[in-house]
C-alpha cells in the first residue's frame, strides 16, 4: 500500500479513543455503547480522507469492525453499526459522508425516542408506594422509572451494589437526583429483602429468540430468587437488544473480563500467601443468561411482551438475514 492509499484507509483517531473507551467500560451499558458506536461512524465520515467511494465504504467498514470488536455480548452494538451501514448511499465520497451521518443521527434519535416511548410502557407497570429492586445500571430500566416519576407515581428502590464493578452506585446516583428513596444493599442480601419488594427491574445486553435474557451477571440468580418469592420480573429493553442470530440457532457470546477486577493483584498475593501462584484460578463472566421461564415481562418501546412471544416481534423487525455489520 502506497502513502496515499494508508491515508485513504486510516480510521480516525476518535473510532480508536471510542472503541477503547468501550473496552474499558468507560462508556458502558447497552444503548449507550450503541449510541457512541454510531457517534463514532459519523465521526468517521464526517473527517475521511478517502478519495474514492470505495476506500470511503472501506474505512467505514474498517471503523464498524474496530467498534464491533471491543466487547461481545450487547447486540445493540453490531445492530447499531449494521444499521448505520446500510444507510450509507451515494455515488460520490460527499454524497456518502452526507448519508452515513444523517443515518447515524436518525439511529441515535430513535435510540433516545425508544427509550422514552419504552419508560412509559414499564411505568404502566408501578404503582403508587411500590418498591422496585434494580441490578447494575440500566437506562431503559431507569427509564420506566423516570416515566412513573413524572407521571406522579412514588416508587423506593432496593439498588444491588454489583460485584465486581459496582454499576448499582451509578443507579443510586441516579436515583437519587429523581428523589427517589435508595437502599443500597451487597448483592448476597437481595433473597433477604425481596419480601419487602414489588417488582425486579433490570434492563438487558440481548434477547434471544427464546425469550431468555442475557444481562449482566447476577440478574439469573436474582429473577430465580424472586420466581421463588412470587416477586414479577420486569426486563427493559429497547428492539435493538433483540439479537437476530438467535433466531437461526446461535448463541450469545458471554464476555469473560480481566481477573483483576476481581482479585486485585494485591489481594492475590494475600489469597496465595505462601502457596504456589498458579493453583489460583479468577474466573470473571460479566453476563449469565436468565431463561425465559423466570421473566414476567420483557417492556420494549413496541409494548410489553411475555418472553416467549418476543420471537415474532424480532422476525417483523430483522426479518431472517444476519451478517457481519460491515459485509457489504
Ligand atoms: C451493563 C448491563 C445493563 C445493560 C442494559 O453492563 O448489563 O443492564 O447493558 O443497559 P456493563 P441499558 O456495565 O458491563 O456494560 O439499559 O443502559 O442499555
Known sequence: MGRMDDEQSAVDPTVAATAEAIATMEIRGAATIADAAAEALATQADHTAARSPAAFRDQLRTAARELYETRPTAVSLPNALRYVLRGMSGDTVTELQASTIARA??????????????????????RDG???????????????????????????AIVKETRPRKQGHITA???????VPVTLIVDNAARRYLDGTDHVLVGADS???????????????????????GVPVMVAAQTIKLHPDTMTGHTVAIEMRDEREVLTEAERADVTGDAPEEGLAVENPSFDVTPPRYVDAIVTERGQFPPESIVTLMRELFGETTREPWEP
Open 173 to 179: 446516583r441516579q436515583l437519587r437526583e429523581w428523589g
Open 105 to 126: 443521527e436518525e439511529f441515535r434519535t430513535e435510540l433516545e425516542q425508544a427509550q422514552d416511548q419504552l419508560g412509559r410502557v414499564g411505568a404502566n407497570r408501578l
Open 207 to 229: 434477547i434471544a429468540a427464546d425469550g431468555s435474557v442475557i444481562n449482566k451477571i447476577g440478574t439469573s440468580g436474582l429473577a430465580v430468587n424472586a420466581r421463588e418469592r
Open 130 to 156: 411500590d418498591v422496585v429492586m434494580t441490578h447494575c445500571h440500566s437506562t431503559d430500566a431507569l427509564a420506566c422509572i423516570e416515566a412513573a416519576i413524572d407521571a406522579g407515581t412514588e416508587v423506593e
